[in-house]
Each structure stands twice: as structure tokens, then as C-alpha cells.
């Protein structure tokens, strides 16, 4: 088992920046991909950004240009800088693992198999 926990959420004006960070602990080195995902006030959980075990990265539209997703294999860490925030990204962020050897950034929802409890980012003035 691998436990996803998040943090670094909060609430922003319109064009800041925040950053969030994602620590994995229990089997956290048997997991390859990681993402971000987010799930709006009424709205279906959606894929932001997510990256491969060797650093290749893939991107929502609306996110890119504005987020960076990162990782640090040797902490079991995740991260994901946010700027120029929007009120539409305000949402529940998740972190996902998949340790099914993907090779590539996976982006759908299936492709993961451990889950974070979610953290808040609000964007609001």
C-alpha cells in the first residue's frame, strides 16, 4: 500500500501563486507515475498534470504555461507550482500514484491506483 498525503493549500487572489506538495510514504518506491488531479464545486474530477518516473510531464490545457508539476524519487515527493491562479482553478487537488511501470505521463483517472485525501485551493479576492 502507498498513502498519498497532501498539502500547501489555501486561499489566493486572482494571480498568485501557490504550492503544493505531495508526500508518500508505506510502498511509496514501487510507484512510477504520479499526477495531479482536481475536482471543482459540482464538477467531475480532471486531470491537471502528471509525471513518469523519468521526468517526462504532460498537461491540461487550461493549466499550461501556469503549473509545473515536479518530483524528487530520493524524498517520494510531488509537487506542484502554481501561478497566475484563475478563480476557475479553484478546486480539491489530489495527488495520484500509479506503480504500474508507465513509462509515459498517464492523464485519466483509471490509470491510478492510490489516491490523497485532497487539499483546497480557493481563488478568490
Known amino acids: 500500500q502507498v498513502q498519498l498525503v497532501e498539502s500547501g493549500g489555501g486561499l489566493v487572489q486572482p494571480g498568485g501563486s501557490l504550492r503544493l506538495s505531495c508526500a508518500a510514504s508505506g510502498r511509496a518506491s514501487s510507484t512510477s507515475g504520479l499526477a495531479w488531479f482536481r475536482q471543482g464545486p459540482g464538477q467531475e474530477r480532471e486531470f491537471v498534470a502528471a509525471?513518469?518516473?523519468?521526468?517526462?510531464?504532460a498537461y491540461a490545457d487550461p493549466v499550461k504555461g501556469r503549473f509545473t508539476i515536479s518530483r524528487d524519487n530520493a524524498k517520494n515527493t510531488l509537487s506542484l507550482q502554481m501561478n497566475k491562479l484563475k478563480p476557475e482553478d479553484t478546486a480539491v487537488y489530489y495527488c495520484?500514484?500509479?506503480?504500474?511501470?508507465?513509462?509515459?505521463?498517464?492523464?485519466?483517472?483509471?490509470?491510478?491506483?492510490?489516491w490523497g485525501q485532497g487539499t483546497q485551493v480557493t481563488v478568490s479576492s
Open positions: 509525471i513518469s518516473w523519468y521526468g517526462s510531464t
Open positions: 495520484a500514484a500509479e506503480n504500474r511501470g508507465a513509462v509515459a505521463p498517464r492523464t485519466r483517472i483509471y490509470e491510478y491506483d492510490y
